[in-house]
């Protein structure tokens, strides 16, 4: 649930659209890694919302998924269900606190007209951290632009892991996400909800104008739209991007030594710039080449 219902662009949520760029590119956004002929994993950055006519997916990535003994994933997303009552635990203010007395009333009435925008009636707000109230804008706005996370990379690859018997993977656990955003402090919280509002009404077009860039593969330009975002937060991207990288990348490594091919599907965020886990592979001496 967090990682499809992260603020505008974080979770990398792209629009759906043709094929016919990627089909006359050749490339899409995935990775294949391998070191002196060992084990090949194909790292797919993953869009966690789409539409249901981005399907079919270019063959490159339908391919990879068929030749994978193992399908990784950032969480299980079976365990999505039982974390509902955690998440909703983790998101609520101390009793006989309001939201509104925690933003005040600038803060709380921009929130309160971006609730009203998107159906929601405030007051289900009230009793919310800010952090919470913002992925509950953030998530209707998405779903009234027509991504759902239903149709999502994840969502998409997970059950066909499931089906085909395939060995899923999960690379941290959903009650670990949830932990990310409580562990906030009071400040961050509402930084990231300011954050938010003012990114809400740009979250389709950004999305339709980074579409394009992921379905050909362009690394640059959505390395630079995504980047823009965290600009004013660097450490919100070092906790909810770099450091996770750092973290997966010895589990990945795992799988590199091992003798099974595999895919690794996480957030197209986690794969580019300096930190991302392209070019980690690299510098430990693994030939990754884009597909």
Known sequence: MIRRLTLATLAVLLAAGTLSASEASGKV?????????????????????????AYPLPAAIEAAFDEAEVVVFEVDLDEMTGAAMHMLAAGSLDAGQTLEQVLGPSLWAELGAAAADAGLDPSMLQFMKPWMAALSVAALELTSAGYLPAYGLDSHF?????????????????????????DFTPDESTAFLRYTLADLKSIGPVLDGLYHHWLVGEVEPVEALLGSEFEEFPDLYRTLVTDRNLRWID???????????????????????EQGLVALLRQNGYLVTQM
């Open 251 to 273: 589990r990945i490594e795992e799988l590199l030594a091992g003798q099974r091919d595999a895919m690794v599907v996480v957030g197209a965020l986690h794969l580019v710039g």
């Open 29 to 53: 956004f995935m990775w294949k890694a391998q070191k002196n002929g060992g084990a090949a994993i194909y790292l797919l950055g993953s869009i966690h919302a789409l539409k249901a006519e």
């Open 158 to 182: 997970f059950q066909r892991a499931k089906e085909e018997g395939k060995e899923r993977v999960a690379l941290e656990t959903v009650e670990y996400q949830i932990g990310l955003f409580a």
